[in-house]
Structures are given as structure tokens and as C-alpha cells.
């Protein structure tokens, strides 16, 4: 990864500032993108730096087209091309179906899904627009969708969150055929229970730690580090034959826990 350059969403704190120090340890370049928590994406820019990376911080909304095309626009400027985008920001407004608000539905998918697609549109365009489009022999570009285990397990009172990683599954496996003759890699990431901000309401208390626990067969929860190490893997030429896949990072969950003795 040394001196390549990756764009990483959401940055600023858990699984995407863990990536972006993943690839700060690799020498990549990293643009750590944020939306509100600027000291956050700092802290992720000094531990880049830190360990031997460079990069910088850009603020942007992913639901926002023109921000969007700022950001990459940015990116190229400084970096002179981009070789892999990382789709990671993504929210939750969780509430009762019958209560959901058109707002809780709208914010959720406009960042996790539309969010999604606006980047990777502007990764394919600047990817299509490399001279070896195609005709290299490794892949010119790496799109990497960062979803969850909820793209395919169903998650009741928090239908907006799963119908939005239940898109980005489709959204990823039909990029995915549709460049890979150009020779541009789209895979996706669905994480388990990993500790950030997100879920920290479960994982900092015992007892809903403990039924949680429950979920998981490999009896812990995960770390921001578990994806960084198979987003490394997937950026890599070392990953080369696979396009179109995701990678469950979840410890078991989708195995069906229940059924461990039951069924
Ligand atoms: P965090 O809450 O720790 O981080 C979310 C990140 O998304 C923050 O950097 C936040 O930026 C950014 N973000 C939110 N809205 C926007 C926006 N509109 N534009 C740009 N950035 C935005 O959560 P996680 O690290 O846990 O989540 C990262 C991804 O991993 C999400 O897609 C989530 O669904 C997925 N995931 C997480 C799991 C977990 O257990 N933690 C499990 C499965 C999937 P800022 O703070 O600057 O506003």
C-alpha cells in the first residue's frame, strides 16, 4: 500500500479511523473524510502520521453530490490520482416502524446508501479516466462497501439501518459486474458487533454486553482493527481474483446462533 492513495468516508472515529490508521502503518496516503467531528479526524491524521502515512482531513457530507465532487476533486489535487475509495460514514435513527418518521428514514439512507452510490460514482469516473483502464494487469482501482451483518439479517426497530445495508449489497455485487472489465475491484465488508460510538450503549454495559455476547459465537466483540485488516487484504493485489464478494466480520453472528442447540 505504500503510496497509494486512499479516500476513506467517516473517518473520524471508530471503523473508519481504525482503517485509516491501518493504512497509514501501510505508507499509504490516506484522505481521512469527516462530516462533523473535525478533532476527531484530526486525531485520525496525527495517528496516520504517526505511523508513517500521509494524508489529510476533508470535511464533507456524503449525502451531498456537489461535496462529494469536492472531496475527490481535492483528493486527485494533492495525491495526483486515487487507487482506492472505502465507503464507511454511515448513521443510525433507530425507532418503532409505525413511529419512524419520513426524516429518520430519509437521513439514513441518504448517508449509508445514496451516500454510497455518490462516491462510488465519482471513484469509477476518476478510475475509467486512468490510461491502463482495462488493459493493466492487476486492478486499477478498489472500491471497498463497508455494510453489515444487517444486510442480511433482518433487524426489527431499525428497518431504515437494514434496508440500507440490504441495498448497498445489491448496489456492490451489480457495480461489481458492471466494471470488472475495466479492471476495477468492488467488494464489500459486512462487520459484526464492533466497539465505536455507534453501539456504544450496548457494549459499555454489562448486561446488555453480556446478552449481546449471546449473538456472538466467537464470544467477543469486535475492534475497528478486525476491518482494517481484511480492508488491507481487499485493497491489495494479494486479493486480485476477487470482485464482487463480501467478507463477513462478524465472529459467527450470521451463523445462526440460536440454533447452536436448538432446532
Ligand atoms: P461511528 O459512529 O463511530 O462513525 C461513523 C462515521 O460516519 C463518523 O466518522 C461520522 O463522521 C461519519 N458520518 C456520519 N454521517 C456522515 C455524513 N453525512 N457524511 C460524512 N460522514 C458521516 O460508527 P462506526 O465506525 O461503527 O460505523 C462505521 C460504518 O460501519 C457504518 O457504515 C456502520 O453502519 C458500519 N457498521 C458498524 C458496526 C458496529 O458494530 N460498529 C457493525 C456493522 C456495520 P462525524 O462524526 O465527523 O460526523
Known amino acids: 500500500m505504500r503510496n497509494q ?3 476513506i468516508t467517516g473517518a473520524s472515529s471508530g471503523i473508519g479511523q481504525g482503517i485509516a490508521i491501518g493504512f497509514g502503518k501501510q505508507g499509504a496516503n490516506v484522505v481521512i473524510n469527516y462530516h462533523s467531528d473535525k478533532e476527531g479526524a484530526q486525531a485520525t491524521l496525527d495517528q496516520v502520521v504517526a505511523a508513517g502515512g500521509k494524508g489529510f482531513i476533508h470535511e464533507a457530507n456524503v449525502g451531498d453530490e456537489q461535496e462529494v465532487a469536492g472531496m475527490f476533486k481535492k483528493a486527485i489535487e494533492e495525491f495526483g490520482s486515487i487507487d482506492v475509495v ?10 418503532a416502524f409505525s413511529e419512524m ?3 429518520q428514514w430519509n437521513k439514513v439512507i441518504s448517508t449509508n446508501l445514496s451516500g454510497y452510490f455518490l462516491c462510488a460514482r465519482e471513484a469509477i469516473k476518476h478510475f475509467l479516466s486512468k490510461e491502463q483502464a482495462g488493459a493493466a494487469e492487476n486492478a486499477i482501482g478498489n472500491i471497498i462497501f463497508i455494510s453489515s451483518v444487517h444486510d442480511i439479517i433482518p433487524w426489527a426497530g431499525h428497518v431504515n439501518y437494514a434496508s440500507s445495508k440490504g441495498g448497498i449489497l445489491m448496489l456492490m455485487k451489480s457495480l461489481a459486474l458492471e466494471v470488472a472489465p475495466k479492471k476495477i475491484r468492488v467488494n464489500g ?9 455507534i453501539n456504544d450503549d450496548v457494549w459499555k454495559d454489562e448486561e446488555k454486553k453480556k446478552e449481546l455476547l449471546k449473538l456472538i459465537p466467537y464470544q467477543r466483540i469486535g475492534l475497528p482493527e478486525d476491518i482494517a485488516k481484511v480492508a488491507i487484504f481487499l485493497a491489495s493485489n494479494e486479493s486480485d481474483y476477487i470482485t464482487g464478494t463480501t467478507i463477513y466480520v462478524d465472529g459467527g453472528m450470521t451463523l445462526y446462533p440460536g440454533f447452536v442447540d436448538n432446532g
Do not use: C
Open 189 to 197: 465488508i459486512s462487520p459484526g458487533a464492533i466497539a465505536t460510538d
Open 86 to 95: 472505502i465507503n464507511n460514514a454511515g448513521i443510525q435513527k433507530d425507532s
Open 101 to 103: 418518521t419520513f426524516d
Open 5 to 7: 492513495t486512499v479516500l
